[in-house]
């Protein structure tokens, strides 16, 4: 359903400065081309399309943190950083150390600083390296108006439904309204033009047409390992760069048990019907990945296009996802 | 904001989430190719009222004639969401939504009717539109974790005015040309339909008179 095909390029910018020449190597670059299944014949058919390569950053450097507080050094940050009506703009992105990976919402900004929804402070010791990124736009990925990829409509009813996880682990749905009030709207009307997709989240297309549609997504492949967070309830995530990994690579940084219903669940499309199936770590006697009805499941399934995990304990778990491109 | 930016310290924090992965969505709008409208076609105006809910009999044109206060509209009826604002930013527009959590079955199968006043609540309204569609029934609640969204517009093919009247050709988005409206129906006052009661009355009772 997904390809990897993926053009890698180092873009390597050579500044001339008088005599003296600097060389300054910027983040790799690619393209990534994924596949929106078409609905065969059924009434619809879901799709992951990932979100592992990001904006280039507006600012690369030394951080110091305290508490929220990241005061950046050789920044000279300005323009729109911050939230824009309650929705972020922009993310602080750790680079180097243990914590390099972690990623937090810019709350507020000022010339030499950022604030960040969450402390990062324990992940960023004096001598870290820490980016500025913008952040991707479920339009920069799908389009809108004269670019859209999906089938919009009338209504969510009507369209192509695409879902996002929010805040408390539910799949949200957006579309794209056509006609009058035409863009992207929730589910509830409201505007959803400013709709971000977090770094290393995978986007569910509901395709309600025939026709399959590519999308291509542009950006830079991390530099550094990534920290995928499964908290409670309903994740979405994808590998953090354009590389496969498998369903085994999950356990055990999530939770098996002894039935399906004691243990966190991973969901993935079923290839066939569009349709998602749970499979789980399973515990104890005949242990090893599972469907929801115990049949034993391929651990070396690629997983790399997009997967949700559904974490049952209210503490978080943490993937690192080793930097191997 | 997605749970992705959650670092291992925040996250040890208790999240208050219980209500469910999945949700059923029930949006009713004219959004579409309808807009509201007063019943002399003026544009129904921000701040007006909005509902979509049901009633818990059915309802056919029957039960609304004759009701001779804007409060007698609402008998029975259960509002399931509201809007007094444009939808789109496009006056005479609606939407109203919803929100089930998973588990929250009691409407399964309720027939969906849209209730419209010309004031900020149905009880202060001189004018009142009732509309509904034979299609328009609340779909099961989910039990996955991916939500059901269920959408309902004037325009959907079956819709009737109940009360108040659909008029092909006579709206008007504002920007956006002529396009076909559904109108609000002045209710009778009570004086003017005790009067008209009187006067049915008075004419009965001579015209029994003039048989006997």
């Excluded at chain 1, 690579?249 to 002894?258: D, E, N, Q, R, V």
């Excluded at chain 2, 409060?71 to 527009?93: E, H, K, R, V, Y």
């Excluded at chain 2, 299609?135 to 059901?148: C, E, K």
């Excluded at chain 2, 009247?165 to 920007?175: H, I, M």
Aim: with cysteine.
């Amino acid at each position: 359903m997904k390809k990897l095909n993926v053009a890698l390029a180092i873009l390597a910018t050579v500044a001339m400065a008088g005599n003296a020449q600097t060389t300054a190597t910027t983040d790799i670059v690619g393209y990534q081309t994924s596949t929106i299944a078409g609905k065969g014949s059924g009434s619809s058919f879901l799709s992951f399309v990932p979100n592992n390569l990001a904006k280039a950053a507006i600012h690369t450097g030394a951080g110091t943190a305290a508490g929220t507080v990241v005061t950046l050094t050789g920044a000279s940050l300005s323009g729109s950083i911050g939230p824009v009506s309650g929705v972020p703009t922009h993310y602080l992105l750790v680079k180097t150390g243990t914590g390099a990976g972690f990623v937090s919402d810019v709350t507020a900004f000022t010339s030499g600083s950022v604030t960040t929804a969450d402390d990062l402070s324990s992940s960023i010791p004096a001598g870290t390296t820490v980016s500025v990124v913008p952040h991707t736009k479920l339009t920069d990925i799908l389009g809108t108006s004269a670019g859209l990829l999906i089938t919009g409509g009338a209504s969510v009813t009507a369209a192509d439904n695409v879902y996002l996880v929010d805040s408390t682990g539910t799949l949200k749905t957006y579309y794209y309204k056509t006609g009058i009030g035409a863009g992207w709207k929730n589910s509830s009307n409201v505007d959803a033009t400013a709709t971000i997709v977090y770094p290393n989240e995978s986007i569910i297309v509901s395709r309600k047409q025939v026709a399959p549609v590519s999308v291509v997504t542009v950006g830079s492949v991390a530099s550094e390992q990534a920290k995928i967070v499964f908290s409670q309830n309903v994740n979405s995530a994808c590998s953090a760069a354009p590389i496969a990994i498998t369903l085994g690579s999950l356990y055990p940084t999530i939770s098996g048990g002894a039935n399906v219903s004691a243990a966190d669940n991973v969901y993935l499309i079923n290839p066939t019907t569009g349709a998602l199936e749970t499979f789980y770590y399973k515990t104890g006697i005949g242990a090893g990945w599972k469907t929801s009805s115990n049949a034993t499941a391929d651990a070396n399934r690629d997983i790399s296009g997009g997967y949700l995990v559904q974490r049952k304990a209210s503490t978080a778990a943490i993937l690192t996802q080793s930097k191997t491109w | 904001m997605n749970k992705m930016t959650k670092i291992a310290v925040a996250l040890i924090v208790a999240l208050a989430m219980n209500s469910g992965y999945a949700a059923l969505t029930i949006t009713g709008a004219t959004a579409s190719s309808y807009n509201f409208a007063l019943s002399n076609g003026s544009i129904l105006t921000d701040g007006a009222i909005f509902q979509i809910g049901y009633y818990n009999t059915a309802v056919t044109s029957a039960s609304f004639s004759g009701l001779s206060s804007a409060s007698a509209f609402q008998t029975g009826w259960t509002s399931l969401a509201s809007s007094t604002a444009n939808a789109f930013d496009i006056p005479g527009l609606r939407s109203a939504t919803a929100d089930l959590a998973t588990g929250i079955n009691t409407y399964e199968g309720k027939s969906l009717v849209m209730l419209v006043g010309n004031a900020s609540t149905i009880s202060g309204s001189t004018q009142v539109g009732v509309f509904s569609n034979s299609s328009w029934i609340v779909p099961v609640n989910p039990t996955g974790i991916t939500p059901t969204d269920y959408a309902f517009d004037v325009s959907d093919v079956g819709t009737q005015a109940l009360f108040g009247s659909l008029r092909l050709g006579t709206g008007a988005y504002a920007g956006d040309g002529v396009v076909n409206s559904a109108n609000l129906q002045a209710i009778p006052e009570p004086s003017s339909a005790s009067l008209l009661a009187l006067g049915v009355a008075g004419l009965v009772a001579l015209r029994a008179r003039r048989k006997s």
